[in-house]
């Protein structure tokens, strides 16, 4: 705590290591689970629960009939080392506790959604099911079930939907083959069995009959909008008919994805572009409506040394031969002005730096300098010697003018208007290139955050939507 000031402040380092160790996450997931569980003695029940493995899979795979959800499953169970859980199989291996209260012949249709719930939650809790994750098929069939196991605390992290039409699905359904000795399933066009002795023994079961496919197809559209209705904000809609390989890729690609957390933090961003992008104007505008300060280093570096301040004067000769201020001195001035108390409980924006990979690493070494926002303002050279060569300066003001984007107001101030010195095409060329140079090892070096690249020869407020998006949307677990 800083008890220098008062009311007393939490130190901006708790706060980043919060965002670093995912604690608000890890408080939000103990929390609900002791409010859902409610154990005698919560002590034990925390120390238990953090020795389980909260990154295994939680999978759940939607499909109609021969949509091939089992297929996805198996080679999912085979990918992830996850455990595939079927209703049939669960009932075949039903704990003895559990028999007397199943009904008389029992199957999928005639045992409540509240029985199957604890089933299911019973076998979540058996060692191989929280260690390695979990692939539920053929489970949850409606609404009534599914909301039976939300009301256990039982929550998927990723639901797949795979989607076909009927017609392709009879088809699927209708070319099927069994092979009662092995069990083995075959298709009479897509996967006929070598052997003559296999292909005279196979069966086509019943419920893959045309007619028995057009009532399982019915009764699959009549529930599935409300299981889909609980799940949609983690649910992903698959096209079924397209080849297998295909089908299983973009189900694996979406289930790696880290879930999205929902934790507030504060926006660390770069805007990295060349000259004429618009990095500055878009960078003032997200400033002003959002209150984050903007850091611009030309500006930082004018202001110490204006105000006469020891790294201000160990910059001037640097600035007045017009070199390059050493990385060790703008990264020490970084530091202290991101380190101030409007930065550090409000974020912030940073551009004019990094301009290099080693000032990139340089700035993401501490909690405080590293940016969890990157943004790329890519724009050809041809536009960027248009635009600026559209830009005007009043000498007496001081003030920028844009013949588009900020047009003068009088006559008087059109006359007296002339070009920035820095705005002559021969400079803006060589700024320009000089930005490219460095532009592929920054690419690289921030491709690992998902540095968001924007076509910035957009109008001014199209930049500013997509930059306001990115901020505005919630981090990936790893991003801090």
């Known amino acids: 705590m800083d008890n220098t000031t008062r009311p007393s402040t939490i130190s901006p380092e708790f706060s980043l290591y919060a965002e670093k160790n995912n604690l608000f996450e890890l408080f939000q997931r ?48 085979k990918k992830l080392n996850a455990v595939v859980i079927e209703p049939s199989k669960l009932l075949q291996n039903i704990p003895p506790k559990f028999k007397d209260q199943l009904p008389p012949n029992a199957n999928s249709n005639n045992i409540s959604a509240s029985f199957w719930a604890e089933l299911y939650e019973h076998r979540f809790k058996d060692f191989d099911c929280f260690r390695q994750g979990w692939i539920l098929v053929d489970f949850p069939a409606n609404r009534e079930q599914t909301l039976a196991l939300q009301s256990r605390g039982i929550f998927p992290k990723h639901v797949v939907c795979l989607e076909a039409p009927d017609t392709v699905l009879i088809e699927r359904a209708v070319g099927k083959r069994i092979d009662p000795e092995t069990q083995d399933v075959y298709h009479i066009t897509w996967n006929v069995p070598s052997s003559h002795i296999v292909q005279e023994r196979l069966v086509q079961l019943e419920e893959n009959s045309e007619k028995q496919m057009i009532l399982r197809l019915k009764e699959y559209r009549r529930n599935i909008d409300g299981v889909k209705d609980c799940f949609k904000s983690i649910l992903r809609a698959i096209n079924a008919d397209q080849p297998l390989n295909d089908i299983f890729a973009q189900v694996h690609s979406y289930i790696s994805r880290k879930p999205r957390s929902v934790v507030p933090r504060t926006p660390r961003v770069v805007i990295l572009g060349p000259t004429g992008s618009g990095r500055k104007t878009v960078a003032i505008k997200i400033s002003q409506k959002y209150d984050i300060p903007l850091i611009s280093i030309p500006t930082l570096i004018k202001q110490q040394i204006a105000n006469k301040t020891s790294i201000g004067n160990t910059m001037k000769p640097y600035v007045a031969r017009q070199s390059l201020v050493p990385d060790g001195l703008l990264m020490q001035l970084i530091r202290e002005r991101l380190n101030q108390k409007d930065c550090t409980t409000k974020g912030w924006i940073l551009i004019g730096f990094p301009r290099t990979r080693e000032q990139a690493e340089s700035l993401a070494r501490t909690s405080i300098t590293a940016p969890n926002r990157i943004f790329f303002l890519d724009i050809p050279l041809d536009v960027a010697l248009e635009r600026l060569s559209q830009r005007s300066l009043d000498p007496i003001t001081g003030g920028r003018y844009h013949s588009h984007d900020h047009p003068v107001s009088s006559s008087e101030i059109k006359r007296r208007l002339v070009q920035h010195p820095t705005d002559n095409n021969e400079i803006v060329r060589k700024r320009y290139e000089e930005y490219m140079i460095y532009h592929d090892e920054l690419q690289e070096f921030y491709s690992q955050q998902d540095a968001i690249h924007v076509p910035a020869d957009q109008d001014a407020y199209t930049v500013f939507e997509a930059i306001e998006s990115g901020i505005l949307n919630p981090l990936s677990k790893d991003e801090y």
């Open 30 to 77: 103990c929390t609900s689970s002791l409010l859902i569980d409610r154990p005698d003695d919560p002590l034990t029940y925390l120390i238990d629960l953090l020795n389980k493995d909260f990154d295994a899979p939680k999978i759940i795979i939607l499909g109609p009939p021969a949509s091939g959800r089992h297929t996805i499953a198996k080679m999912l169970q």
